[in-house]
Each structure stands twice: as structure tokens, then as C-alpha cells.
């Protein structure tokens, strides 16, 4: 029997979290062995793990290398999740796909943008090699139309492109938008 690769993108708030713990619960009530990883710079709410912004949450292994997937694998799990996949490099590809030849279900859940609205990291690519891929939208904090992007705020404003990256305390926050209302960030 073989396996296949389930991508599930979007911007922040578009329940990809929620969609992810929905369909690990699902295989697991089916008595399906399941292991789920989340890459280590996600700490929102909870070191270990996945959870969503309204609370929902499934255990997790916190890693920050692909290849350390294999550290946990066994013969009989059936499906792996893995969330905040944006953040792996393009190695993560490869070990997706080495899982789904090798009979896994593999479930990847991350953003497909980053908060300039550029392709992130290696989702592009894991779309691309997928069987199944579902693009997920929020509500544009704006006027209420489908969010497809991520706007960065700082102090409540747009972010621009010089602006610190890190940032101390809750000055930063994030914003679910549509492309109109998706400000690009710019050097000024
Ligand atoms: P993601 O993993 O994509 O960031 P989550 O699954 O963690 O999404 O969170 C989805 C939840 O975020 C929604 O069920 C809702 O409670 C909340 N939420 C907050 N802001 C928005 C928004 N602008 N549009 C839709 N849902 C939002």
C-alpha cells in the first residue's frame, strides 16, 4: 500500500492548525498510529504542542531539522503531521516525500506567504509534489472579504521592510488580509 502527501496552506488564522488537529483526531479514533512534529520557532501558547489560535491542541515533537523526523519514525506509524512546514528547509521535501513512498500518510500544514506575500520557504515546492492541496482563507480584518495574506503590524501599523525582524514584547502582532487591504511592506 502506498502513502501520499496532504499539504494544507494559508495565511495566519485560516484554521490550518484546526485542520491539521481535525484530521490527525480523525486517523486516530480509526486506531491509525500517528506522530505529529512542529518546527522548534513555533512557541505560540505551548512549547510542545500543535495548537490552534482557538485552543484546540494535539501533542507534538518540537524539531528543527527534517532528517530529525527519522529519530522517531517507526515501521508502524501510519501518519505524520507536521506543522509550521514554512520554517524547514527545502530538505523537508525530500523527507516528505522518502515517508509517502514508504507507505505514510503525510500531513503538512503551513504558510504558503510570508508577510511581504512572497512564496515562504519550502511550501511552493510541497504543493507541487503533493496529491492533495487545500488553500485555506481567513477573514480580512479590513472589510470582511476571503484572507489570503498576513499582514505584519507593528504598534498597530503596517510593518516596513527595515523593521526589526525580532522584536521585544507584544509590540508585534499579525493581521489576517485580503489583497486589497494587504499593505507590501517597503523601505523608506
Ligand atoms: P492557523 O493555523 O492557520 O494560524 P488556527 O487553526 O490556529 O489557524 O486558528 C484558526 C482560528 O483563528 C479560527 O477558528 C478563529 O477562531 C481564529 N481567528 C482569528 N482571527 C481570524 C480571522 N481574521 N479570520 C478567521 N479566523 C480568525
Not at 512534529?37 to 490552534?52: C, E, G, L, N, P
Not at 505584519?152 to 514584547?169: C, E, F, M, T
Amino acid at each position: 500500500h502506498h502513502g501520499w502527501i496532504e499539504v494544507v496552506v494559508g495565511p495566519m488564522y485560516s484554521g490550518k492548525s484546526e485542520e491539521l488537529i481535525r484530521r490527525l483526531r480523525r486517523a486516530q479514533i480509526a486506531k491509525q498510529k500517528v506522530i505529529v512534529f512542529k518546527h522548534s520557532i513555533d512557541d505560540r501558547y505551548s512549547a510542545k504542542d500543535v495548537v490552534s489560535h482557538n485552543g484546540n491542541k494535539i501533542k507534538a515533537i518540537n524539531i528543527s531539522n527534517a532528517e530529525d523526523i527519522y529519530n522517531y519514525i517507526q515501521e508502524d506509524v501510519d501518519v505524520v503531521g507536521i506543522d509550521e512546514v514554512q520554517f524547514f528547509d527545502d530538505n523537508i521535501v525530500d523527507v516528505a516525500t522518502d515517508l509517502a513512498n514508504r507507505g505514510k500518510r503525510v500531513i503538512v500544514a503551513g504558510l504558503d506567504m510570508d508577510f511581504r506575500g512572497e512564496p515562504f520557504g519550502p511550501t511552493p515546492k510541497l504543493m507541487a509534489v503533493a496529491e492533495f492541496v487545500d488553500k485555506l482563507s481567513a477573514i480580512c480584518m479590513i472589510c470582511g472579504s476571503p484572507a489570503h495574506r498576513t499582514q505584519r503590524l507593528i504598534n498597530g501599523k503596517p510593518a516596513k521592510y527595515s523593521d526589526p525582524i525580532v522584536l521585544v514584547g507584544a509590540a508585534e502582532s499579525y493581521e489576517a488580509r485580503c489583497r486589497l487591504h494587504h499593505e507590501v511592506p517597503k523601505d523608506e
